[in-house]
């Protein structure tokens, strides 16, 4: 058990929906990383946050938003969802900004859409 | 910009087996490299780092060396078992980012 929970576990929706991934990080973890995890481009990382603040942004499309509340949980938003974002959401924390490079995993949020 | 590549899977071996799986970088500067592993329907878990040139990272039987004059990082294990069935990714953090940048999986399957 990283102590990274994620959830749902697994989500279906249809195309045009919006979906809400929630993560809570390892406790004293100041750092919340998001990935997506799909069979055609393996994982791509979409964003960081440190204690509240965007620290770092990759692939991430404009439909898909996320924020750090005060209690240190993220949410990873994506709407107007198209078939080709059916993947599994990963979220890692790690303690500081620029850290040593290990990342603690949740078990994923895997999103089914039709 | 940064990227890693690693060599396509599955590979597939048998019990007490010597392994090898391809992982080379590109990078500006000195990255740190990392060897992280995926059970099934487990996320990632971190199996070994390296953070300069010519470090050994070492975990569970599973080592690499950080060799820069081969932009290398390359996963071996002398002797696997069932065990080690899992999905292997090697990645990089860049001296100057807080990102991680992960290859692309290699999925490691070990026959009884």
């Known amino acids: 058990d990283s102590g990274v929970t994620q959830t749902p576990k697994h989500l279906i929706t249809a195309t045009g929906q919006r979906v809400t991934l929630r993560c809570s990080p390892r406790s004293g973890d100041l750092s919340v990383y998001w990935y997506q995890q799909s069979l055609d481009q393996g994982l791509q990382f979409l964003i960081q946050?440190?204690?509240?603040?965007?620290?770092a942004k990759g692939n991430i499309l404009e439909r898909f938003s996320a924020q750090q509340f005060p209690d240190l949980h993220s949410e990873l938003n994506l709407s107007s969802l198209e078939l080709g974002d059916s993947a599994l959401y990963f979220c890692a924390s790690s303690v500081g900004h620029q850290n040593t490079g290990e990342l603690f995993f949740g078990e994923g949020s895997r999103l089914t859409v039709l | 910009g940064d990227s890693v590549t690693q060599m396509e899977g599955p590979v597939t071996l048998s019990e007490e087996a010597c392994l090898t799986i391809n992982c080379t970088y590109t990078a500006t500067g000195y990255p740190s490299l990392f060897w992280y592993v995926q059970y099934p329907g487990e996320g990632l878990q971190l199996l070994l780092k390296?953070?300069?040139?010519?470090d050994k990272g070492s975990n569970k039987g599973f080592e690499a060396t950080y060799r820069k004059e081969t932009t290398s990082f390359h996963l071996e294990k002398g002797s696997v078992q069932v065990s080690d069935s899992a999905v292997y990714f090697c990645?990089?953090?860049?001296?100057?980012?807080?990102?991680?940048?992960f290859g692309s999986g290699t999925r490691l399957s070990i026959r009884p």
């Open positions: 390296a953070t300069k040139a010519d």
């Open positions: 990645a990089l953090r860049a001296s100057s980012a807080s990102k991680i940048i």
């Open positions: 946050y440190y204690n509240g603040e965007e620290r």
